[in-house]
């Protein structure tokens, strides 16, 4: 499985967002960038703060989306985001379908992609680099 190209259309998606509701691509195309990030299988609650402060930052014209693949359960996982305040969607995609579309089988990956729907930068990151230096850059390559 290969990871998508530059220059490629981003492949639609939509699941359930941890956060209520469920999510779609389809909602944000045309009107914002896009970062999708395949977050890491175990959520640090310090990156959870450093994304929550660039979501507020930039979610006039940037939506930030996470895709997980692992939680203990939906629920446990919907209070935890609760608890710790995050905003941007968290989309739970368990049967790994959009890990698949995105061609992702090692998370961490950061897809930008502009407003008009079109892959502007991938970027597959080990675990330990997944930091908000690396999201920044994504934004900056999402507008």
Do not use: C
Not at 30 to 49: L, R, T
């Amino acid at each position: 499985m290969a990871l998508l190209e530059i220059g490629s259309a981003a492949p639609t998606f939509k699941g359930l967002n941890l956060l209520g509701g469920e999510f779609s691509l389809d909602t944000v195309k045309g009107a914002k960038g896009v970062v999708i990030s395949f977050s890491p299988d175990q959520i640090n609650p310090a990156q959870v703060s450093w994304a929550k402060n660039l979501y507020e930052k930039n979610k006039t014209d940037i939506e930030m989306v996470s895709v997980v693949r692992k939680i203990p359960s939906v629920t446990m996982a919907k209070a935890f985001l609760q608890q710790l305040g995050l905003k941007s969607p968290a989309v739970y995609d368990q049967k790994q379908e959009i890990f698949q579309l995105y061609g992702v089988e090692n998370p961490v990956v950061i897809y930008s992609i502009n407003k008009e729907g079109i892959i502007t930068n991938v970027a597959q990151l080990e675990p330990k680099a997944f930091n908000q230096a690396a999201m920044e850059d994504a934004i900056a390559k999402a507008r």
